[in-house]
């Protein structure tokens, strides 16, 4: 059995055990009820976006070292699924924010970070897209997938000193305590799990060679 | 006889001195993009009093567009006239990066002072700390001009270059803005924000200069 069939199989299984979790064993969560559901599709989602960042400028970098375009492949392909998660991401984020807090955007750091990386993934997409020759357009975007890298600590430490957050606490608090239902850690465990599996099953789905006039 | 590369930046930013003195076409375009983006801004509010949260605001994204005038023509001359294998034969990436740099931050705060002015102007702003707006105007169009030149870099060779800059380059100036226009609502005599965000941008200002060092050398030499 192939890898790629391996993969589907456990996506498969893995997802309908998230589903059955999440509609039938999580219990309603203090403050909000069952609306707590969205989480387990949103958080996910929001990872594997970073995730995919992350792939894609390391993707990048792995390109400018070797020049070897199945690199500038990968980079694009992860690209171009963090930028389908992080807009999944973005609007399960902002149904829940209409849900719980009664807007649908009020620029909360969280939305914010999570807006930024949309923008980045839109900037490096569109750079792809402005770039005629093969090996300029992988350099130019490694070299701006790795650039843009550098906003991250921005992100994570210095924007939520900037504006007060309703945004729920992460799964492990500020004193560094998980402060969650043993039920929903383990199905939000699952659930980050399978993301990641729908990420690398996508990965490998759209895995092909190069164009013939794209290698070196 | 080998040249030391402070040099070679200074013969690179002499180089873009005397090409802008010479193109004041550019230098005229760009100073009425930055005076019609505000004009548009002050006609807009017409006169009405506004927090100074929302004039910091206000005058970073005029400052931002206008900028955009600058930073979009950074290898303009060379790409145009044709001349940008020669740069690259006699120029080393460092030479040219810090020395377009350079001039990149020149001509911003060449942008930037006529504007702050015509913003406090137009806008009837009462600066409470014009020390700190100063320095905040330094930090900022130094990030401007540290990532605006990578940015005018990686756009070489793209077919719709024009409105590719401010794309590639805002979410990269967020870490500088967001701070800024705190800390300029401050200057602006709003509520002070805390100065170690000053420091914060300081230090993106060099991850910037850094990491454009380091990228720079990627795109500048083909395969």
Redesign the interface.
């Known amino acids: 059995m192939n890898v790629k069939k391996t993969l589907g199989i456990l996506l498969a299984l893995l997802t309908v055990a998230v589903l059955y979790a999440v509609f039938f064993l999580v219990p309603p969560a203090e403050g909000l009820g069952y609306y707590v559901r969205i989480a387990f599709f949103h958080i996910p989602m929001a990872w594997v976006s970073v995730l995919a960042f992350l792939l894609s400028a390391w993707w990048g970098a792995m390109y ?1 070292r070797r ?1 070897d375009m199945r690199f500038d492949a990968l980079s694009a392909r992860s690209a171009k699924l963090g930028f389908l998660f992080v807009l999944l991401a973005t609007g399960s984020g902002a149904v829940f924010s209409k849900l719980t807090w009664g807007a649908y955007w009020n620029w909360d750091p969280r939305q914010t970070t999570i807006f ?1 990386l949309l ?2 993934y ?2 490096y997409l ?2 792809r897209a ?4 093969a ?2 357009r992988a ?2 975007s ?3 997938a ?3 890298f ?2 991250v600590p ?2 994570v430490f ?2 939520p000193r ?1 504006y007060f957050s309703l945004h729920p606490s992460p799964v492990i608090n500020g004193s560094g305590s998980i402060d969650m239902d043993t039920s929903m850690l383990l199905t939000l465990l699952a659930s980050l799990a399978d993301g990641t599996l729908l990420y690398a099953f996508l990965m490998a789905e759209g895995k092909k060679e190069p164009r013939k006039e794209e290698t070196p | 006889m080998k040249s030391s590369p402070w040099h070679d930046v200074r013969l690179v930013f002499l180089k873009e001195m005397k090409s802008a003195l010479r193109f004041r076409a550019a230098w005229a375009a760009m100073l009425m993009f930055a005076l019609t983006t505000l004009a548009c801004v002050s006609l807009a509010v017409q006169g009405g009093a506004l927090s100074p949260r929302l004039l910091a605001a206000l005058y970073w994204t005029v400052l931002f567009f206008a900028s955009m005038a600058g930073i979009d023509r950074v290898f303009e001359a060379e790409d145009s006239s044709g001349t940008l294998l020669a740069l690259r034969v006699y120029g080393s990436a460092d030479a040219v990066l810090f020395g377009k740099l350079l001039y990149t931050f020149s001509l911003l705060l060449a942008l930037a002072i006529p504007l702050t002015l015509a913003f406090l102007l137009l806008m009837d702003v009462t600066v409470a700390e014009p020390l700190l707006l100063l320095l905040l105007v330094l930090l900022g169009c130094f990030g401007l001009a540290a ?1 605006g030149t ?1 940015v005018a870099a ?2 070489l ?5 024009g409105s ?1 800059a401010p ?2 380059l ?3 100036m ?2 500088i803005f ?2 800024a226009i ?1 800390v300029t609502a401050g200057a602006f005599g709003g509520e002070a924000a805390s100065l170690s965000f000053l420091l ?1 941008m300081g230090l ?1 200002d060099a ?2 200069t850094v ?2 060092s380091v ?1 720079f050398p ?2 500048w030499y083909a ?1």
């Open positions: 400018l020049r930024v923008l980045i839109g900037a569109t750079l402005a770039m005629g020759e090996r300029l350099r130019a490694a070299v701006y790795l650039f843009s550098l906003t921005f992100l210095i924007l900037l | 990532a990578l990686l756009g060779g793209a077919s719709v270059r590719l794309i590639l805002m979410p990269l967020l870490p967001l701070p705190f914060g993106y991850v910037l990491g454009a990228l990627y795109l395969d």
